[in-house]
């Protein structure tokens, strides 16, 4: 702080320049925020858990464990999409009991990664939050995303992810902040990935967010569906608005304007409905919440095998 204020005349605390609390919320240089050096070394001990010896190796599997949620999956994602939940709860009632270790957790809130084991095998799950901002994706949240998984294919972690993402965020600010480079880097991340894939559409996919889930043009393991899941460039409602808009002005009666309105919307439902969707193979399989956990076993387990193919050139050139 003292180099600070003498070179560039800014006043502050050691904290706010470059503490603990700082680059665990704003920077994201830190995975976690502890009390103790002892806590530290425990978390420290669990990360490790989850990475084998050498890239050469597979992680570590564990005994299976049942989930630490008993709640029907179903029962806690809202039917209406636009109203929030909490992710973590789902992931409660999906993953092995208390085997997820979530990283970075105090920054870009509205996405969530960790490291967890289902039926006792490792996999490093990318999760939207739909609690936080609506699950949109921002700059930081990107990066987020996309170093978690540069580092998964690392280590041969598979991934998990849960997609419930109405896209990347839109606006001047984003814009002048580069939400174009820092999506392309979450959305090189996804592609370059060659380690077992697999997606889960949870209630709606739109746009570039699709992409940035490991959707199915991206060419994941499976991508799965809940019947609760929409996949299109974006929801109904904004749909209409974009297209159909000089349109839909145009009709002077506000009754006759409403009655369009809704017709196209449900023209526009229709051609997204996930059974629609599933019966042209854009997903995989459409599965019901209560099969979601052993779905995912069955998948991971076929996966496990995956011939893993090294790319000839190194040294990618990756969006910075």
């Not at 808009?245 to 009754?255: G, K, V």
Request: aromatic share 8%.
């Amino acid at each position: 702080p003292r180099m600070a204020e003498m070179v560039i005349g800014e006043k502050v605390s050691l904290e706010e320049m470059g503490g603990a609390r700082m680059h665990t919320s704003h920077s994201g240089c830190g995975h976690a925020l502890v009390s103790s050096d002892e806590e530290g070394i425990d978390f420290a001990m669990r990360y490790l858990s989850y990475f084998p010896t050498s890239f050469r190796e597979e992680p570590p599997a564990a005994p299976p464990a049942p989930p630490a949620s008993d709640r029907q999956i179903g029962e806690l994602i809202p039917a209406d999409e636009n109203k929030p939940f909490d992710m973590r709860e789902l992931l409660g009632a999906l993953l092995d009991g208390d085997s997820f270790l979530q990283v970075h957790e105090r920054w870009a809130k509205e996405v969530i990664v960790g490291y967890a084991r289902i039926d006792g095998r490792v996999i490093g799950v990318v999760a939207n939050q739909p609690k936080v901002k609506g699950g949109v994706l921002f700059v930081d949240s990107a990066d987020k995303a996309a170093r978690f998984i540069w580092t998964c294919n690392a280590f041969n972690v598979p991934l998990l992810f849960l997609a419930d993402v109405p896209g990347f965020m839109i606006g001047t600010q984003v814009e002048r902040d580069g939400i174009i480079r820092h999506g392309a880097k979450m959305i090189s991340a996804v592609s370059e990935a060659n380690v077992p894939k697999i997606s889960v559409i949870v209630r709606k996919a739109y746009g570039a967010g699709l992409y940035a889930m490991a959707g199915p043009a991206f060419d994941p393991d499976c991508c799965l569906a809940l019947p609760s899941a929409s996949i299109a460039v974006m929801g109904p409602q904004a749909a209409i608005n974009a297209v159909y808009y000089n349109q839909l002005q145009a009709i002077e009666d506000p009754e006759e304007r409403a009655a369009r309105t809704e017709e196209l919307r449900l023209e526009y439902a229709a051609d997204i409905d996930i059974l629609h969707l599933g019966s042209e193979l854009v997903v995989d399989a459409i599965i019901q919440p209560e099969d979601l956990r052993g779905e995912l076993i069955r998948r991971f387990a076929l996966a496990a095998d995956k011939h893993r193919e090294w790319p000839e050139k190194r040294g990618p050139v990756t969006p910075v």
